[in-house]
């Protein structure tokens, strides 16, 4: 029995909190991506994200005595996190259309047209069933594009692998994604990325991108004050993210 984190998709009405007293989790299952196998993909549509909030994360101290001090420490970062989302929301951050931004622009690149869902996330009406990580559980078919990605984050804000100045809050982003084909029967890709990796964020094997050493906030307070160069470093984590994906594709 141990601590681990509750991804953002499978909990966000609880994000502050973070924690739960459960075995460790399970990673979804990773394959890679056969481009040459796929030639034929030109065209990707992507689904509608599930609903995700902004995150703040540390390991408490207070978390080793029992459920009061579980109680808390979460008290205290649901706390933190509120703080955290307002002053974000000061810069108009929106961590949808950096990705959309991003990863369109990668995509391009690499000679893909994707096609966007509007709005980014699902609605509360058409909420669809989704596994523990986010990923949904079936697939319509489509016909106005060759394959079909469901994306979504799992974590996005700021985490501390403890606490004191030796373990800065950093940036951190753990996005998972799942590309199938356009019937929606064949699985043709899936993997969990993660930007700033500690250990209740590393599970299974996913791809680990380091995080920028001059995003680094030794207390909380530091953050607090932080303003823009917050924004900024999130930003830049989640655009790395987005790269990093299209690189697998």
């Known amino acids: 029995m141990g601590f681990h984190i509750v991804p953002v998709a499978l909990r966000p009405s ?48 207070g978390m080793q005595f029992g459920l009061i001090g579980a109680l808390i420490a979460t008290g205290d970062m649901a706390s933190k996190r509120s703080r955290l989302v307002q002053n974000l929301a000061a810069e108009h951050f929106d961590p949808q259309a950096i990705f959309k931004a991003r990863f369109n622009d990668t995509m391009q690149r690499r000679g893909y047209t994707i096609l966007w869902p509007v709005p980014m996330t699902e609605s509360q009406a058409s909420k669809v069933p989704r596994e523990r990580w986010g990923e949904r559980k079936a697939y319509a078919a ?99 993210v987005a790269d990093k994906l299209a690189e697998q594709l």
């Open 14 to 61: 609880i994000l502050g909190a973070l924690l739960t007293l459960t075995a460790c989790a399970t990673a979804p299952p990773q394959q890679s991506y056969n481009r040459a196998a796929n030639s034929q993909i030109k065209t990707i549509r992507v689904l509608p994200m599930r609903e995700s909030e902004t995150g703040l994360f540390f390991n408490s101290p």
């Open 142 to 240: 489509l016909s106005d594009a060759d394959a079909q990605l469901d994306v979504n984050f799992g974590f996005m804000g700021y985490a501390a692998a403890g606490a004191g100045k030796s373990a800065p809050y950093r940036p951190t982003v753990s996005m998972s994604a799942r590309l199938v084909s356009a019937d929606g029967r064949a699985k043709l890709f899936s993997e969990t990325l993660n930007y700033n990796t500690i250990g209740a964020f590393n599970v299974g094997n996913p791809i680990n991108i380091s995080p920028d050493p001059a995003c680094a906030y030794p207390n909380f307070s530091d953050l607090q004050v932080a303003g823009a160069s917050s924004a900024q470093c999130l930003t830049a984590a989640i655009e790395a």
